[in-house]
């Protein structure tokens, strides 16, 4: 089959070619619950370029070469001798982990903390590439409204965003306040989810004009132009005291520190983007009783959910199409803010 | 009447008297819902230390002279014109906040953040003294069991300890653990606090073999002596995963990142002590969805909880009784680590 | 004063004059937090329909003549000594229920369970009238977009129905399914609190075609005529399983039994309608895992929060306007199901 | 193999023999991911006594004959050609339902409710037996601690106790109160959790003094005797408030309505035992804002829970052991209330 393959790391990003068009071995059926998708649409992602940088190295331990594309949806081409309930032809849509569903975190339902999974794309091969392989208990069988090129992009960037948005929904009453910070491709699904999962007034904060557009066809109540008055301009509009949520989506440069002061004491701070650091002093915690919240990805039943949101029209995702082979233009398209919504790669 | 009072921050704790035991002039009652309360006993706490080295100065906004003492216990003297259901003599343990109850945080039960509040011994004058003013919202009337002097460090000490614990016990379920980093004046409550409200094993950790065996004592299951290996002793204990909630009474030095990284991926670190720093790259924060809590003393609500539990004995507080003029005694013994338990200064 | 006053219980509601309109003495300060309101509006509620038919003679210990009226709205007239916070003149929305705030349900914020409270309108004088007695913990300021009149029924019909509606939104996922029984005063401001506060699918369920179209307008996505079919239809629309949440504003008649088969499995059906009966074999409840749920008005909080929805106009109420005179022609009306909304009596 | 085999219903439980124990066939491995358990111990359950008096006849839909037993520990016989990580000779307690795990409960955690169940003892073929035919996603590795024939009634008896000890312990805060009706089977395990699990106080209430006794062994605060006074002994207990939490391990005759009788406002009763009705006003529920919760056994998670409590010596298990071949008089005992603790069949 045809594949777009990582052959090494480019910390600086300058490379014109990360990735190389080329042909691969097809996959193969190994375990009985083996499935291999014909993939319809795979997601280029932020975490791509952050994987090309070599960011990802230690933590996923992947071997080079290999193919990136943690974000795919597709239709079913073959299954294992033991995968039930599924059938050759389904459309689908991948979550992102692999797992085996007998530890204890996958017995109660927390499938992203399971203590025996592969996750395609990050630490095996993934979908920039004609064909997947992944396990039968990843898969979502898409309503008809909804088509695998259009929702790839929901399996990560979608579902990040809707955990985090999710989680901070838990707890946000009417007449509290919601920041989402940075509005691309992840965060203007997490407007859409808040505006869908509660009744906070959100508040969107982002550099661009565009991203601050988008954020509100998306839903956002007030828009906050980035700059060094965001925090003062956030206090102004919650009565001085902070928002009860904010939601991250940068995680690096000074949005940390401005996304913690920006949270009201007793409220909390959602980490989604990274490569930034947290750092606070212990005394703040304790005198703000602030509580900081890691989020990764989002489990099986939360891809559900995201689904049924998607299907009935209360999250959209602005896509923009590449083919497979231009996969490097498409990370480079990502890396200078060239894309409005989220790349699909189709092969 | 008698009081210590704090004349000036002495930032290296070396001067032999950081208060000055004097005649001051009696506090008086001047609202309607106003309380004197005739000191039984007042708490000696490591944060009054960090109030004479000034760590507290900027956060507190408090003019010197003034009195420590913010964990406070006694006997109703007076009451303003508009006390209901307390009367003089009633023997009392002091919420350590005084509010008035208009705030929405007051009127959901959250009064540690209500917006209009005054912290006696912090910002005003506290009860290293015979009389304390403060509110009628703040005071429980003691059961039969207990007496003002040996219950005074449940108002901060004892009740931030209970808070943290309770919150963790919400989520901690059989065959989890619970790590307790410092068994001092806090941390041998948060043990048995633990003990009381959930079945997750406890691992104390210390440096001090004293105060291991005061965890024992306290319902640890596993002690820890704190070297350069305590985090891998605890993965350890815990299958290599780390725990579901670390309790950190320390809250400087390494604790903090050690803390960190005894927290099992999706676990919940609760930062208590303070005085160091979190520092954490937020691809940590992702990769791991660990959650980090400040914790900020706990309700009046929590406080009865306590009280109830210290009544039927599931909770005891050691301590160690001294007069009020040997203030100076007591805050040096804390500061070179003689108190086992906590101090008590008794007018 | 002018007010309306009740003499005597009459079962079979058939008198052509349930109250009194007569002028009777002005309401005094008592207490240093009493506050006297002058009525904008007093709503008018099934509840006294109830009341003059006997139902609450025994919960509510009231002796006649008293005057009804516990949905109250205007503006501060007079107020006790010890009162901050609240001056003369400020427009106010009243809740239900006057509390101490000194017990330990107040102290948690779950004001509706005080041991120590007042029921203007229930079990002592109501707002039936120019001028009500009540407390000052008992007032919403309300904002310059709202006037008395237009929200006095939020403060039990609006009230009763958001708690309720609250309460299911805290477990209704994306793909989930929430019934809402009988779309009358009550039942239009649960289904918009729904769609404010969750992303369900919202079933409304009632015998009138002008109720459903109503439900409609208020965010309701499908509609079902309470027929001897209306069990089969819901189970048709959640693929044979029922609804994860069933509100029965009704609680009457066969509503119940039917609102507990339309519940799934794991399920929570929640009463807010009365004058009926639950019966339900314990083999049921244990096979289903279903969860029963009483539910009595709301916090004072939660009154905030729904003044935020209604200050955002994500909730509106459908009011018709009768004089205080017109009182029993409001009864009456209300009776005989000639009221869109609610009837509010205006002084 | 032996099995005692249930060929009829008998609605008067007054036959000597309600099962007949004589030579089956062997169970067969079918599908893929089947697992046969040679059976160390089979729990005999009061639901046995109610599917022989025909109870479940329209619930489980069971075709006689067949072989009850629904509470199985054991040693793995064999397993299909998908397991993994499950080897012959572990020694395995089963949890009650067999799952494939696909449906959206199943990937909740919420397995209880899964779409796709058999229930071995109630509508299959269970352990009353030499060998039960399960399921790979139904076992848990028993540790050293506890040996099958021990921990057998865990599995329903035990694990229903626990969910809904645990359900009350989520909400119980220190100075609150637990009842616990009935002491007997399930009952002790109840109170056993309860005190592992929360810092509330216990009452226990039964007719029997030797059911009374094991409660108090069981770490019971307070002993009820059972008799028309009971509903006024707990609310003289409990400040004539009732308690917090009331778990039924009766469900019929009057212990239904004393049950709720005895619940605080606001307050929770758990329904475990059933053969009786609930019956109560809907205006009952309104102003009570009582909930009522079905309780159906537990979740796997749920029973890796209850192993680790009966690891540590956190719950025990009062047991008398029978052979397989006197299944009968095993359920007669049970009957006539002659077994204290629990009865297990041993092959
Ligand atoms: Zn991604
Ligand atoms: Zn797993
Ligand atoms: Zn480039
Ligand atoms: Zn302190
Ligand atoms: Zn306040
Ligand atoms: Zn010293
Ligand atoms: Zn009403
Ligand atoms: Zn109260
Ligand atoms: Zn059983
Ligand atoms: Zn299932």
């Not at 988008?214 to 509009?237: N, W, Y």
Request: contains cysteine; charged residues 20%; hydrophobic residues 40%.
């Amino acid at each position: 089959m045809k594949a777009a393959v990582l052959y090494e790391f480019d910390p600086s990003l300058t490379s014109p070619q990360y990735v190389r068009y080329e042909e691969v071995p097809d996959p193969r059926i190994e375990k009985t619950t083996d499935v291999i998708v014909r993939i319809g649409g795979a997601g280029v992602c932020r975490t791509d370029l952050h994987i090309v940088e070599g960011i990802w190295r230690d933590k996923a331990n992947v071997q080079l070469p290999y193919i990136m594309g943690h974000e795919n949806a597709g239709w079913v081409e073959e299954v294992g001798s033991g995968v039930e309930g599924i059938k050759v032809g389904d459309p689908v849509i991948c979550h992102p982990l692999v797992t085996s569903g007998h530890c204890l975190a996958c017995r109660r339902g927390d499938d992203m903390h399971a203590t025996d999974s592969k996750f395609p794309g990050i630490n095996t091969n993934g979908g920039y590439a004609e064909y997947l392989l992944t396990g039968a208990r990843s898969l979502i069988k898409l309503p008809a409204s909804l088509t695998p090129k259009d929702v790839a992009p929901y399996t990560d960037a979608g579902l990040t965003a809707y955990r985090a948005a999710k989680k901070a929904s838990r707890h946000l009453l009417p007449g509290e306040y919601a920041v989402v910070i940075g509005v691309g491709g992840l965060g203007h699904i997490g407007v859409q989810v808040l505006a869908a999962l509660c009744a906070a007034e959100i508040i969107a904060v982002d550099r661009s004009d565009m991203a601050l557009g988008l954020a509100k066809e998306c839903g956002a109540h007030h828009l906050v132009k980035s700059d060094r008055t965001e925090v003062d301009q956030i206090l102004a509009l919650t009565g001085g005291r902070g928002a009860e949520a904010v939601i991250d989506f940068v995680g690096e440069g000074d949005a940390v520190a401005k996304g913690l002061a920006m949270t009201r004491n007793g409220g909390f701070y959602y980490i989604v983007g990274y490569g930034g650091k947290v750092e606070i002093p212990t005394i703040e915690m304790i005198t703000s009783e602030k509580t900081i919240v890691g989020n990764l990805v989002g489990t099986y039943p939360e891809l559900v959910e995201l689904m049924a949101l998607a299907d009935r029209g209360l999250v959209k995702l602005a896509t923009r199409e590449y083919r497979l082979e231009q996969a490097n233009e498409a990370l480079h398209d990502l890396h200078h803010g060239k894309v409005k919504g989220r790349a699909v790669l189709i092969p």
